[in-house]
């Protein structure tokens, strides 16, 4: 664990290109206290929206939630979700976007329609085109691509199967990182997996490691079988393999499997887990070239997003609390606060009609600057 630690200490110093599908994350909350007269359906009453980075951009948010810093290339159209999505990456100084702009085609963007207290996901509305990028757009991706891999220490590919990962520029990232000695970590999509032949690590969930293997992938014995059946068609180094409450799997070509379980959390939204996923393992691959400890931050760090709502990132301190022992942490990180169940927690009790009071240990709470508790 130490040496996960070190590692930890170090991931400022990682930077990842990052090529995938950028769309923008919409987020509508509010409370479902009726059905409608229209029709059967819920009428959600919106308290809230909330725009977020998303699909590929949402790893390289949660790499530099990380202290990494980020180049990210990608497509976008020339619309209001293209200008939200500039702004918001403007916002993040770690992230340097290198944007193609395809006037012929929308930014995706997805709407999710969110009951506040529950965090239940009552809809998703869809803006996109999920169809191939031109060959001039799919040059000027390239071109950007590669330009920035002799600057970068790890390399991501973000397929959400929108267009912009052609086989084309697969082929041309994977190929120019190899020569150059740089892993190339894939999130892949789709069910023929061999176009990213030659990819450091893939990181399918297991109902794509099914599809791309046509095989059964239940059990630990079928989901290390179907992984070492794809090490095969893919030439990678290893696969992992992300369960949801079963945790990861961890396939490499040569050795032993290594399944790490979930750590018990109350989920509250999955959305965007898999890009924390992919965005912990390519920074610490960045640093060093260890799976194993690579693997177990990567699966510490999804069970601390599903906790959020929401695409979520978290911190190093949020990792390293949920990963080290707590022996381990200093005494500021060993003081672990999730904002949003005090949220849900006071609106409960207001909307009972019930008085909120503060007794031992407020000063802590005020000394730390926390004056937000207080005045909710």
Same mark, same amino acid.
């Given at each position: 664990?130490?040496?996960?630690?070190?590692?930890?200490?170090?991931?400022?110093?990682?930077?990842?290109?990052?090529?995938?599908?950028?769309?923008?994350?919409?987020?509508?909350?509010?409370?479902?206290?009726?059905?409608?007269? +229209?029709?059967?359906?819920?009428?959600?009453?919106?308290?809230?929206?909330?725009?977020?980075?998303?699909?590929?951009?949402?790893?390289?948010?949660?790499?530099?939630?990380?202290?990494?810093?980020?180049?990210?290339?990608?497509?976008?159209? +020339?619309?209001?979700?293209?200008?939200?999505?500039?702004?918001?990456?403007? *916002?993040?100084?770690?992230?340097?976007?290198?944007?193609?702009?395809?006037?012929?085609?929308?930014?995706?963007?997805?709407?999710?329609?969110? &009951?506040?207290?529950?965090?239940?996901?009552?809809?998703?509305?869809?803006?996109?085109?999920?169809?191939?990028?031109?060959?001039?757009?799919?040059?000027?991706?390239?071109?950007?691509?590669?330009?920035?891999?002799?600057?970068?220490?790890?390399?991501?590919?973000?397929?959400?199967?929108?267009?912009?990962?052609?086989?084309?520029?697969?082929?041309?990232?994977?190929?120019?990182? @190899?020569?150059?000695?740089?892993?190339?970590?894939?999130?892949?999509?789709?069910?023929?997996?061999?176009?990213?032949?030659?990819?450091?690590?893939?990181?399918?969930?297991?109902?794509?490691?099914? +599809?791309?293997?046509?095989?059964?992938?239940?059990?630990?014995?079928?989901?290390?079988?179907?992984?070492?059946?794809?090490?095969?068609?893919?030439? &990678?180094?290893?696969?992992?393999?992300?369960?949801? +409450?079963?945790?990861?799997?961890?396939?490499?070509?040569?050795?032993?499997?290594?399944?790490?379980?979930?750590?018990?959390?109350?989920?509250?939204?999955?959305?965007?887990?898999?890009?924390?996923?992919?965005?912990?393992?390519? *920074?610490?691959?960045?640093?060093?070239?260890?799976?194993?400890? *690579?693997?177990?931050?990567?699966?510490? *760090?999804?069970?601390?997003?599903?906790?959020?709502?929401?695409?979520?990132?978290?911190?190093?301190?949020?990792? !390293?609390?949920?990963?080290?022992?707590?022996?381990?942490?200093?005494?500021?990180?060993?003081?672990?606060?999730?904002?949003?169940?005090?949220?849900?927690?006071?609106?409960?009790?207001? !909307?009972?009609?019930?008085?909120?009071?503060?007794?031992?240990?407020?000063?802590?709470?005020?000394? @730390?600057?926390?004056?937000?508790?207080?005045?909710?």
């Amino acid at each position: 664990m130490h040496d996960i630690d070190q590692q930890l200490a170090r991931l400022d110093q990682a930077t990842v290109l990052c090529i995938g599908d950028l769309m923008l994350d919409d987020f509508v909350y509010g409370e479902v206290t009726r059905i409608s007269p +229209e029709a059967p359906a819920p009428v959600l009453a919106v308290t809230r929206s909330e725009l977020v980075i998303g699909g590929g951009g949402n790893v390289a948010r949660n790499l530099a939630s990380l202290g990494a810093h980020c180049f990210f290339v990608g497509v976008v159209g +020339e619309d209001d979700s293209s200008a939200s999505l500039m702004r918001a990456l403007a *916002a993040e100084p770690l992230i340097e976007p290198h944007l193609v702009v395809d006037a012929t085609r929308p930014t995706t963007r997805k709407v999710r329609f969110v &009951s506040e207290h529950f965090s239940t996901h009552l809809l998703r509305a869809d803006w996109e085109l999920a169809k191939t990028i031109s060959p001039e757009i799919e040059k000027n991706v390239i071109d950007r691509a590669l330009a920035l891999l002799p600057d970068v220490t790890s390399v991501v590919l973000s397929d959400y199967a929108k267009g912009v990962l052609t086989p084309r520029v697969i082929r041309a990232v994977i190929d120019a990182a @190899r020569k150059l000695g740089k892993p190339v970590i894939v999130d892949p999509k789709g069910k023929d997996f061999s176009i990213y032949r030659g990819a450091t690590l893939i990181t399918p969930n297991r109902h794509e490691l099914a +599809e791309a293997t046509r095989r059964s992938a239940v059990t630990d014995a079928e989901i290390v079988s179907a992984a070492a059946e794809l090490n095969r068609i893919v030439g &990678s180094d290893a696969v992992l393999v992300t369960r949801s +409450e079963e945790g990861v799997t961890f396939v490499p070509a040569g050795g032993p499997p290594i399944h790490v379980p979930a750590y018990p959390v109350k989920v509250r939204d999955v959305s965007g887990a898999g890009d924390t996923v992919v965005a912990v393992v390519a *920074a610490m691959l960045a640093i060093e070239r260890e799976f194993e400890p *690579a693997v177990r931050a990567a699966n510490a *760090a999804a069970a601390v997003v599903v906790g959020k709502r929401g695409t979520a990132t978290l911190s190093i301190a949020e990792l !390293r609390s949920r990963l080290l022992p707590a022996s381990s942490l200093a005494a500021e990180e060993k003081i672990i606060f999730d904002w949003s169940v005090l949220d849900e927690r006071l609106h409960e009790w207001r !909307r009972r009609g019930l008085r909120i009071g503060f007794t031992n240990g407020c000063f802590d709470l005020l000394h @730390r600057g926390h004056v937000k508790l207080l005045a909710q």
